[in-house]
């Protein structure tokens, strides 16, 4: 038969666990030079969903009449979804009732124009991670500029004036 004292134990086991635990995780210390530096992180790009991925990276065209920002008319500037690249001012945007948001000019040389493997149409893309956009068209006199980016909604962002505008990511392509 057991005589020991059964408070004595749980306080003696408790003393135990609760003072050698912080000495072992607090006692560490690296020796010198082996500290961690702040590395750089690598830098990726914004994540994307299913749907956007299959836009802006498969160069995919989202269902007409349906992009978040078709109708969108506050002041502010429309940034690329993947890299935060800053694509298009809403001053050059305009309702061209094509089904996308239509721009008639773009922001600085943001915006690259590649020949389209259709061999027919011009495909834009961002220049920074050339990430799809969609297609540019001349000549349809909707503007006095004569231009249409004519831009899957789903491959901008938008950022509203006076709003924080997000770093741009740039990845070191290799
Ligand atoms: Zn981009």
């Known amino acids: 038969m057991w005589r020991g004292n059964p408070t004595f134990r749980r306080v ?22 082996l500290e961690k530096k702040d ?14 991925m299959r836009v802006i990276l498969l160069k995919g065209t989202e269902w007409p009449g349906t992009g978040a920002l078709l109708d969108n008319k506050s002041p502010g500037t ?27 000019d773009q922001i600085a040389q943001n915006v690259l124009r590649l020949r389209d493997e ?17 297609h540019v068209f001349e000549g349809e006199r909707f503007t006095e500029k004569n231009t249409r980016h004519c831009v ?5 962002s938008f950022v509203g004036e006076g709003e924080d505008m997000p770093e741009v990511i740039k990845v070191d392509k290799k």
């Not at 590395?39 to 956007?52: A, G």
């Open 12 to 33: 003696h086991y408790n003393q135990i666990s609760i003072n050698t635990q912080p000495l072992r995780i607090f006692s560490f210390k690296a020796p010198e030079g």
């Open 39 to 52: 590395e750089p992180k690598p830098k990726r790009y914004n994540y994307l969903s299913t749907e956007e």
């Open 78 to 104: 429309y940034i690329c979804r993947q890299c935060n690249s800053p694509l298009y001012k809403s001053s050059q945007k305009f309702e061209s009732g094509c089904g996308w948001p239509a721009f008639d």
């Open 118 to 134: 259709d061999g027919r149409r011009v495909e834009i893309v961002c220049a920074n991670c050339e990430g799809h956009l969609g």
């Open 152 to 156: 899957n909604s789903i491959s901008m």
